[in-house]
T-cell receptor, first 111, second 114 residues
Framework: QKEVEQDPGPLSVPEGAIVSLNCTYS??????FMWYRQYSRKGPELLMY????GNKEDGRFTAQVDKSSKYISLFIRDSQPSDSATYLC???????????FGKGTKLSVKP | EAGVTQFPSHSVIEKGQTVTLRCDPI?????LYWYRRVMGKEIKFLLH????????ESGMPNNRFLAERTGGTYSTLKVQPAELEDSGVYFC????????????FGNGTRLTVT
């Protein structure tokens, strides 16, 4: 079993839709949870950063972590064509510096 | 604030040759990481520096890879001799602290070994 599972998509939605992106993980030691957005030929760009379970909101983006079910979600409201990118979930253990990445979900928002 | 900078952005070399990748972290970030993405796979951890010391190099694939961070500033990753399976995108990231702060990534070096 992989440490982080993420549906690679691709996922295509119309502009203005609510997007739900999800990951599951297996290591209960993970305490920090990050979402990165990656545009083509660019590096991962930090989008959301949460600690332990709960919700965090930043503009149109909401990150949710449910440690009891080892489930991570990212919601994008009022999606825009500029949101078209690959979204990577990356949990991290508290005692380690390294992130464990999912494969990424490719999102396309159509105007 | 300048971000993480990587050089070169793209490198094409022949099998058996040597390539050196460079990473300049965000100023003041003591923690520097190298990651790699090979075709169709997840981004994988290679190693982690705290200042000039290697904190964790458990992800380094073999002894053809040598990472250095002299003086605790920029870092280099040398591949010698390069093999076909070394092709991929090499990302560098930095963070201010070890466990509690997020990692900021550069745009990567795309390495092609022919």
């Amino acid at each position: 079993q992989k440490e982080v599972e993420q549906d690679p998509g691709p996922l295509s939605v119309p502009e203005g839709a609510i997007v739900s992106l999800n990951c599951t993980y297996s290591n209960s030691a993970f305490q920090y949870f990050m979402w990165y957005r990656q545009y083509s030929r660019k590096g991962p760009e930090l989008l959301m950063y949460t600690y332990s379970s709960g919700n965090k909101e930043d503009g149109r983006f909401t990150a949710q972590v449910d440690k009891s079910s080892k489930y991570i979600s990212l919601f994008i409201r009022d999606s825009q064509p500029s949101d078209s990118a690959t979204y990577l979930c990356a949990p991290r253990g508290g005692s380690q510096g390294n992130l464990i990445f999912g494969k990424g979900t490719k999102l396309s928002v159509k105007p | 604030e300048a971000g993480v900078t990587q050089f070169p952005s793209h490198s094409v070399i022949e099998k058996g040759q040597t390539v050196t990748l460079r990473c300049d972290p965000i100023s003041g970030h003591d923690n520097l990481y190298w990651y790699r993405r090979v075709m169709g796979k997840e981004i994988k951890f290679l190693l982690h520096f705290v200042k000039e010391s290697k904190q964790d190099e458990s992800g380094m694939p073999n002894n053809r890879f040598l990472a250095e961070r002299t003086g605790g500033t920029y870092s280099t990753l040398k591949v010698q001799p390069a093999e076909l399976e070394d092709s991929g995108v090499y990302f560098c990231a930095s963070s201010a602290t070890w466990g509690g702060s997020p990692l900021h990534f550069g745009n990567g070096t795309r390495l092609t070994v022919t």
